[in-house]
Nanobody, 118 residues
């Protein structure tokens, strides 16, 4: 059974950068395509928005708000996926999650909190 563990969140000032890590266990076929999602303050789980996604072949998609600021990549083992975030703004404050795009709610992890504030 695949499991996703997020880390790397924290408090950062506006304009700053942060790199989140998603450690995945299990078969690569169950890990990808992998997406980073975020749940904004006051929003429900069903309202989590997709930030970026990556396939096992390295094909990447970014949400419009992430283009030019965020990048997604995987390590050589393809078991850790990173979300590099730059020029962070207060509206990026959220809990960030990762999981296989094709899996349901059972695949959600605990997430990692990102707070952008001065």
């Amino acid at each position: 059974q695949v499991k996703f563990v997020e880390s790397g969140g924290g408090l950062v000032q506006p304009g700053g950068s942060l790199t989140l890590s998603c450690a995945a266990s299990g078969s690569i076929f169950n890990i990808y395509p992998l997406g980073w999602y975020r749940q904004l303050p006051g929003k429900e789980r069903e309202e989590r928005e997709l930030v970026a996604s990556i396939t096992q072949f390295g094909s990447i998609k970014l949400a419009d708000f992430a283009k030019g600021r965020f990048t997604i990549s995987s390590d050589s083992t393809k078991t850790t996926v990173y979300l590099q975030m730059h020029i962070l703004q207060p509206e990026d404050t959220a809990v960030y999650y990762c999981k296989n795009l094709q899996l349901g709610d059972e695949a959600w992890g605990q997430g990692t909190q990102v707070t952008v504030s001065s």
